[in-house]
């Protein structure tokens, strides 16, 4: 199985700063034949269920606002919400579908310093 | 617009049985794999298996075979899981989730084991 790892497990940053969030993954999610990554990103609000940001590492998906943007590839890949507002206090998933089972992240918890 | 409204929560006591309903809409129920995931209080996301809605064939993750079923009623767009004999550490929230990556996902059925 692929083991996906987080750091950190949780951040706290200002309104209108950077949050960084790293995710590892034990083998490549490259897909060569295609050269595409096989790495999600979910959003997951309190008391809601995850939403999909990006797909593909890097794709955003409609409607997700371009302050979130991903990248990497590999085995390591990195989610950045540019300038952080108060509706993005929640915590990250990243999830590798390369091969079964599709397994996730621990996830990030961002909140506002 | 493409929808998944999932059953209501359920409290089961130890050994009984729990039957979670995924019904879609807003799209072509046939076309898009159906996932299982579950996300224990206060824990994180895992995967639980998918089923393919065009044969019915399933898909499970080790540690959910055996008291985990999956399986559909396509005439009415709706994804069934089934979980037996249930144990106390089955408490959980359990979400279908469309496609691969999981590009929509249901409300969430809260199953509480009890005694």
């Known amino acids: 199985d692929i083991v996906m790892t987080q750091s950190p497990d949780s951040l706290a940053v200002s309104l209108g700063e950077r949050a960084t969030i790293n995710c590892k993954s034990s083998?490549?999610?490259?897909?060569?034949?295609?050269?595409?990554?096989?790495l999600a990103w979910y959003q997951q609000k309190p008391g809601q269920p995850p939403k999909l940001l990006i797909s593909?590492?890097?794709t955003r998906e409609s409607g997700v606002p371009d302050r979130f943007s991903g990248s990497g590839s590999g085995t390591d890949f990195t989610l950045t919400i540019s300038s952080l507002q108060a509706e993005d206090v929640a915590v990250y998933y990243c999830?590798?579908?390369?091969?079964?089972?599709?397994?996730f992240g621990p996830g990030t918890k961002v909140d506002i310093k | 617009q493409v929808q998944l409204v999932q059953s209501g929560s359920e409290l089961k006591k130890p050994g009984a049985s729990v039957k979670v309903s995924c019904k879609a809409s807003?799209?072509?129920?046939?076309?898009?794999?159906m996932n299982w995931v579950r996300q224990a209080p206060g824990q994180g996301l895992e995967w639980m298996g998918w089923?393919?809605?065009?044969?019915?064939?399933?898909t499970y993750a080790q540690g959910f075979t055996g008291r985990f079923v999956f399986s559909l009623d396509t005439s009415v767009s709706t994804a069934y899981l089934l979980i037996s004999s249930l144990k106390a550490d089955d408490t959980a929230v359990y979400y279908c989730?469309?496609?691969?990556?999981?590009?929509?996902w249901g409300q969430g059925t809260l199953v509480t084991v009890s005694s």
């Open positions: 989730a469309r496609d691969i990556p999981f590009d929509t």
């Open positions: 807003g799209y072509t129920f046939t076309n898009y794999a």
């Open positions: 089923i393919n809605t065009n044969t019915g064939n399933p």
């Open positions: 083998q490549s999610v490259l897909y060569t034949s295609n050269n595409k990554n096989y």
């Open positions: 593909w590492a890097s």
């Open positions: 999830q590798q579908y390369y091969s079964n089972p599709y397994t």
